[in-house]
């Protein structure tokens, strides 16, 4: 059973608008959330994170938003750029896996793709 | 200023070879890790290190063995290679469980 869960494998969004990006989550023991964005015949790049104690994270164009009653973050980039086109995979660390693990459980990813 | 090191970046096996994916890290990281990607499936974690000389398994370690005898490299290897070893293959090593730097990848077809 998944427990990390990004539903939409792909969103096409118009360059300057605001890029949305979903995830959900079953397991109330994760505590660290983070955002990688990966690019074809590339490794993923970390882009921003996100610990249980807060709700916001903002870095310029990027902030993720936690809803830890829904088990749901969110990603928004605003303005949308093309150089955003990307795999974006949610990631989630804690309880049974990170701590002295330091592992990673990922979602499926969700592709976006900006137009110009 | 390297980061993670794969090698090979490309590779075709047949059915029943064996090979070794070599994962080169000059960061001096603790933690390491060998994840496959596949379509529609994202990123599953098929064994992780923390530290010199010892191994766990991860979410899908079937087919596969690792070696950490080194810090800076983590081996996984394919004794008997199979059509669903078809993969990405992603190395990646961390400072903790919140800082992983991902190698490039290794693209591996089994036929």
């Known amino acids: 059973d998944q427990q990390v869960k990004q539903n939409s494998p792909s969103l096409s969004v118009q360059e300057g608008r605001i890029s949305i990006l979903n995830c959900d989550y079953t397991n109330s023991m994760f505590d660290y959330f983070l955002w990688y964005k990966k690019y074809p015949a590339e490794g993923p790049t970390f882009l921003i994170s996100i610990s249980s104690i807060k709700d916001k994270n903002e870095d310029g164009r990027f902030t993720v938003f936690l809803n830890k009653s829904a088990k749901h973050l969110s990603l928004h980039i605003v303005p949308s750029q093309p150089g955003d086109s990307a795999v974006y995979f949610c990631a989630a660390s804690g309880g049974d896996y990170g701590g002295s693990q330091g592992n990673l459980i990922f979602g499926k990813g969700t592709k976006l793709s900006v137009k110009p | 200023n390297a980061g993670v090191t794969q090698t090979p970046k490309f590779r075709v096996l047949k059915t029943g070879q064996s090979m070794t994916l070599l994962c080169a890290q000059d960061?001096?990281?603790?933690?390491m890790y060998w994840y496959r990607q596949d379509p529609g499936m994202g990123l599953r974690l098929i064994h992780y290190s923390v530290g010199e000389g010892t191994t766990a398994k991860g979410e899908v370690p079937d087919g596969y063995n690792v070696s950490r005898l080194k810090k800076q490299n983590f081996l996984l290897g394919l004794e008997s290679a199979a059509p669903s070893q078809t993969s990405v293959y992603f190395c990646a090593s961390s400072y903790s469980a919140y800082g992983y730097t991902f190698g490039s990848g290794t693209r591996l077809t089994v036929v």
């Open positions: 960061m001096n990281h603790e933690y």
